[in-house]
């Protein structure tokens, strides 16, 4: 089950873990990807706070935490190859995985359908 | 939404057709960027050849009113050698205020016209601003004539000269900062060897109604794309040339900017230009804090406004401009730091977002500059 977030994140939940990225319409408005901080693993964050950052050439960009959870993974391809981001943003290009505080919170999130409903508004 | 307040260039329609995204600059509604993205047009410009609409930078002609050589009298604002600029010759300046201090960066270029004409190009965010203190200043003794009528393209990279002399192959003759008049598609246009972006390259002053098309045609050969404000930003910011009001602004002189270079030797000698006696005593004891270049550790870009402190955590100075160096390969910067600091190789720290990253004080241009100067 993928979920998306307002700020153009994706949600893949597998048991209580989920694997946040951003969505392909968020890479594209970023342009090309030099740099991404991740957080640390095992730190906690409450939804909305602000977990990584992502650096294109043109302007650095928070990635916030979709929901309650402690980070247990970061993506260290990511440090390597930021431009993994633009090349496979739904895939290799994942940021983090959350271990959620309550995994019924994905339920608030939006799922394709309103997702896509959502960037069509902002175009 | 367009926004109707923002004024246009005479490539506009073009830039839209190109899939510019347009964004206010100045004022204007420019492109951002193109459908290539600003690090391959970056790349591309390195590589072959960009086109840049400049247009809305202040392009102006000044004459005196009594027949004397306009030069002359503008040196009293711009510290560089201008009086012995020969036709066809340009040169880097800056306009001083009365305390030295540096209101914006310029170009300018004695023209063919008996009179010794001069043709300037200034900064967009800064053309009202230069045109009321030159006519404050001078203008009892000069004419200013703002060009509005012309667009200002630039072609720069390696290719450049192949692609512009397959117009008019006397462009080959000249030298960086040597211009002259030239017939491109059966237009007379002011073309200059110069630009922003540490390559070699042109910048076309042509009548507005004639720009399109002969971007259009410049277009047209395999080896130019349109590069946008975001590569034009990070090409000048590797070649390690100053962005007016951020590298330096009103309080800040020629040596804290580091760009003592566009002090003419005789000038500093004589103090004949306003805010001489600050720039003179600068020269003598550097002044406390100077503009340095700085290559952060890392990936991470310090931008502008970024802290900067010394090895031991003490804020000390602050990033002017900032970015990714998509041809340096890593995060490069400008910014300020005092005097005791500003030695190549000197370790210090960015604050990226609250943590330190360390930083070395380096040389700059980050990339070599590859202008076509005269052999001498």
Same mark, same amino acid.
């Given at each position: 089950? /993928? ?19 951003? /969505? ?100 | ?17 190109? #899939? ?5 600059? $100045? ?5 951002? =960027?193109?459908? &290539? ?13 960009? %086109? *840049? ?23 009293? &604002? ?15 300046? +800056? &306009? ?21 004409? %001069? ?5 967009? !965010? ?7 203190? &030159? ?19 630039? %072609?720069? #990279? ?17 030298? *960086? ?26 910048? @076309? ?6 720009? $399109? ?16 404000? #975001? ?7 590797? !070649? ?18 580091? @760009? ?18 600050? @720039? ?54 400008? #910014? ?12 210090? =720290?960015?604050? @990226? ?13 980050? +990339? ?6 005269? =052999?001498?």
């Amino acid at each position: 089950m /993928t979920k998306y977030t307002e700020d153009h994140e994706w949600i893949e939940l597998d048991g209580d873990t989920v694997t946040v990225g951003i /969505t392909d319409y968020a890479q594209k408005a970023l342009g090309d990807v030099v740099f991404v901080e991740l957080p640390e693993v095992s730190a906690s964050y409450s939804a909305g706070d602000e977990v990584a950052v992502v650096e294109s050439v043109k302007a650095a960009s928070e990635v916030y935490a979709p929901l309650d959870g402690e980070i247990v993974e970061i993506n260290d391809a990511l440090e390597g190859d930021p431009s993994l981001v633009n090349s496979a943003p739904s895939s290799d290009g994942w940021f983090f995985k959350m271990k959620l505080a309550n995994a019924d919170d994905m339920a608030g999130l939006m799922d394709e359908e309103a997702y896509n409903a959502h960037v069509a508004g902002l175009e | 939404m367009p926004d109707e307040s923002l004024m246009k260039t005479p490539l506009y329609d073009l830039h839209v057709e190109s #899939g510019g995204k347009m964004v206010p600059f $100045a004022g204007y509604s420019m492109p951002v =960027q193109y459908p &290539l993205g600003i690090m391959k047009e970056h790349l591309h410009t390195r590589e072959k050849a960009g %086109l *840049f609409d400049v247009s809305h930078m202040g392009q102006a002609y000044i004459r005196s009113k009594d027949g004397s050589d306009p030069a002359k009298i503008i040196e009293y &604002l711009m510290p560089s050698a201008l009086a012995v600029l020969k036709p066809g010759k340009m040169r880097y300046t +800056v &306009l001083l205020n009365d305390d030295g201090g540096i209101e914006d960066d310029l170009m300018v270029t004695r023209t063919f016209e008996p009179e010794g004409t %001069l043709y300037v190009v200034v900064n967009a !965010a800064c053309k009202d601003k230069d045109y009321d203190i &030159l006519e404050d200043k001078l203008g009892d003794r000069i004419t200013l004539e703002p060009l509005e009528e012309r667009a200002l393209l630039a %072609l720069q #990279g390696p290719s450049a000269e192949a692609v512009l002399s397959s117009l008019a192959p006397e462009v080959a003759e000249l030298s *960086f900062m040597e211009a002259t008049m030239v017939t491109l598609e059966g237009v007379v246009c002011w073309v200059s060897r110069s630009g922003y972006t540490g390559e070699d390259g042109y910048e @076309i002053s042509v009548p507005s109604d004639e720009a $399109a098309a002969l971007a259009t045609r410049l277009l047209a050969h395999e080896d130019v794309e349109w590069i946008g404000l #975001g590569a034009r930003d990070s090409l000048r910011l590797e !070649a390690g040339l100053c962005l007016s009001g951020h590298d330096f602004d009103a309080g800040v002189s020629p040596v804290g900017a580091n @760009i003592t270079f566009a002090l003419g030797k005789k000038r500093r000698e004589n103090k004949d230009f306003i805010g001489a006696d600050r @720039i003179a005593s600068e020269l003598d004891h550097s002044p406390d804090m100077v503009r340095v270049g700085l290559v952060p550790a890392g990936r991470a870009p310090a931008r502008e406004g970024t802290e900067i402190a010394d090895a031991d955590g003490k804020i000390v100075g602050k990033v002017t401009s900032g970015g990714f160096g998509p041809t340096f390969g890593g995060p490069v910067a400008m #910014g300020f730091v005092p005097k005791e600091l500003a030695a190549e190789g000197t370790k210090i =720290q960015v604050m @990226i977002r609250g943590k330190a990253h360390e930083a070395t004080v380096a040389a700059t241009p980050f +990339v070599p500059q590859r202008y076509k100067r005269k =052999q001498s």
